[in-house]
């Protein structure tokens, strides 16, 4: 099946996604203190670094599905992305600042309105 460039698309964003959830991993194990919106000091929290490993791990596994365009892959990048929505929401009410959910928040949005489109769904396989 060929590729439609907004599948690549999508693959780019899920492994730019998975590389972010990579240094975040490494942050939470006392490297990169300085990098984004992760510990401010040198912190070291071996819970926190498996689960944003895993999630790096589950970004790099469906930028590969969405490659080679499997059909699961499409159910799978939506239920990835509303969960990411429901915890940056739910990290928004528990006091989480504005600033730095803004841009999870927006690219999951996206992401979820571009694979609902019609096009995106039939190259999927999905009607």
């Known amino acids: ?3 439609p460039i907004g599948v690549t698309i ?3 964003i899920a492994a730019i996604m998975g590389i972010l959830a990579a240094v975040a991993a490494l942050q939470w194990l006392g490297f990169f203190p300085w990098l984004g ?3 401010a000091i040198r912190t070291f929290n071996l819970w926190y670094a498996l689960m944003y490993g895993l999630l790096a791990y589950i970004y790099f596994w469906l930028t ?3 490659w ?5 892959a499409w159910v799978f990048l939506a239920v990835i992305t509303v969960f990411n929505l429901i915890l940056n929401f739910i990290s928004l009410i528990g006091g989480t600042p504005w600033e730095i959910l803004a841009p999870g928040i927006l690219l999951n949005s996206l992401v979820l309105i571009y ?3 019609p096009g995106v769904r039939n190259a999927f396989g999905r009607k």
Do not use: D, F, T
């Open 68 to 72: 080679n365009v499997e059909e699961v």
């Open 115 to 117: 694979i609902m489109l």
């Open 10 to 12: 999508l693959g780019v």
């Open 37 to 39: 919106p992760g510990p």
């Open 1 to 3: 099946m060929s590729r």
């Open 64 to 66: 590969q599905m969405l």
